[in-house]
């Protein structure tokens, strides 16, 4: 089993995870981004006010935030949709992680202790590899972390949870973010320096399989 290089067979489950996972955190995270930005409830009612207001009719603050809020919340269903695709794939991994066992990458703690193991020519491979591992790991941690506390707040009111709980699961929600902005962009950047140090391919073997061998 290798444990210092990212080349190795990809089954065709695996390739189409990956594949099906980055659409759907992609996905997420452009609901945030409009919601953050072109869709922001501030921004927009303020808009309709003075939209309204230059047409010589006049709308309440509470009216304008409605409509901006009523607009926004039709784009935000996505984030559901996104959100429960991405807990759905999450399973998904986990089953194909105790059915396809032998194309499963290497634990993550074989590749911590290849670090200590690997003689001197090899210990900067090792610990690259020890810290790519580190991040998936991460990784996945984080997604639980933002299904089970996207459940919890989605839920909110059959679960009977209070208004301050709910409010402060929405913070470290929301805090999480960037994890995910870090990793996607930490992510791409990586596989960008990896094609051209040694791991050439490995894009194209995410998406027709590689090399058996
Ligand atoms: C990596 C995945 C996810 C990211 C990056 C993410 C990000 C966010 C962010 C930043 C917010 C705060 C928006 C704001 O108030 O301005 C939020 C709210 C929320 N998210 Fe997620 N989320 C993710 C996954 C999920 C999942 C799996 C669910 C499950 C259904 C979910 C359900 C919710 C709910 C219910 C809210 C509160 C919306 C509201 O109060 O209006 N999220 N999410």
Redesign the pocket.
């Known amino acids: 089993m290798q444990t210092t290089s990212f080349k190795r067979y990809r089954p065709p489950a695996l390739r189409a995870w990956h594949w099906l996972n980055a659409l759907a ?1 992609l996905g ?2 452009g609901t ?1 981004l409009l ?2 930005t072109f869709l922001s409830w501030r921004t927009n009612s303020a808009y309709i006010q003075g939209e309204l207001q230059e047409a010589g009719t006049t709308v309440t603050p509470e009216l304008a935030k409605a409509i901006a809020v009523g607009l926004r919340d039709r784009m ?1 269903e996505w ?2 949709i996104f ?2 695709t ?2 759905g794939l999450l399973v998904v991994r986990l089953l194909t992680w105790f059915f396809l066992p032998k194309d499963r990458s290497p634990p993550l703690m074989q590749a911590i202790r290849a670090v200590a193991t690997a003689p001197a020519g090899q210990k900067r491979s090792a610990t690259h590899n020890a810290l790519v591992r580190t991040g998936y790991a991460l990784f996945y941690a984080s ?1 639980v972390f ?2 089970t506390t ?2 919890l ?2 839920w909110k009111a059959s679960l009977g949870l209070g208004e301050d709980l709910v409010h402060s699961i ?1 913070d470290v ?2 805090l ?2 960037w994890f ?1 902005v870090v990793f996607a962009g930490g992510h791409v950047l990586g596989v960008v320096f990896a094609e051209h140090r040694g791991d050439a391919g490995i894009v194209s073997d995410m998406i027709q399989g590689g090399r058996r061998d």
């Open positions: 955190l997420t995270l945030v919601r953050k935000w984030h559901y959100g429960f991405l807990a997604l933002m299904a996207g459940f707040m989605y929405k929600h929301e999480m973010l995910f």
